[in-house]
Structures are given as C-alpha cells and as structure tokens.
C-alpha cells in the first residue's frame, strides 16, 4: 500500500495488488472507493462506508485536486 496523499484528516493510498480501473481509497472516519477516470474524465466515487457526506465531498475534492498526480502514481505502480 502506497499513501499518494496525507491530510485534512484525510489519507488517500493506491494498493499494490489492486485492480484496473485506477482507482484510490479515502480513509477518514470511514473510508471510500474513488475511480480517477470516470465516463467524463473526471474521478468517480464508487462506494463511501462509515463516511459523512462531508466527508466524502471532502475526499472527492481532495482526488479531483490531485487527479493527474494520483493517475502518474498510479501509472507509476501499476504500468
């Protein structure tokens, strides 16, 4: 597991053996699933559990943020 981004009470990570799409979790208070690559190019959540919507919209902002960052690291581990 590789952290991609830490702050705002916020962790954002790329596992090592995950899957395409590309993709991060968001941990927080709970965590979540955000795609970086939706349909219109722009990062996707996929799945939110144990988070307030405040914090989602918190994570989703951090990912939108920091999109082609997490998409080189992801490209970086991944190929």
């Known amino acids: 597991m590789v952290t991609v ?5 916020m ?8 899957h395409e799409p590309a993709h991060v979790h968001a ?4 965590q979540a699933k955000i795609n970086l690559l ?3 190019g722009l990062p996707k959540l996929v799945w939110a559990d144990g988070m ?3 914090e989602v919209r918190r994570a989703m902002k951090i990912v ?3 999109q082609a960052e997490f998409l080189a690291k992801w490209k970086e581990i991944h190929g």
Do not use: T
């Open 5 to 9: 981004y830490r702050g705002q009470g």
């Open 11 to 18: 962790r954002a990570v790329i596992f090592l053996d995950d």
């Open 27 to 30: 941990f927080g208070d709970g």
């Open 38 to 40: 939706g349909k219109d």
């Open 52 to 54: 307030k919507r405040s």
């Open 64 to 66: 939108i943020e920091r």
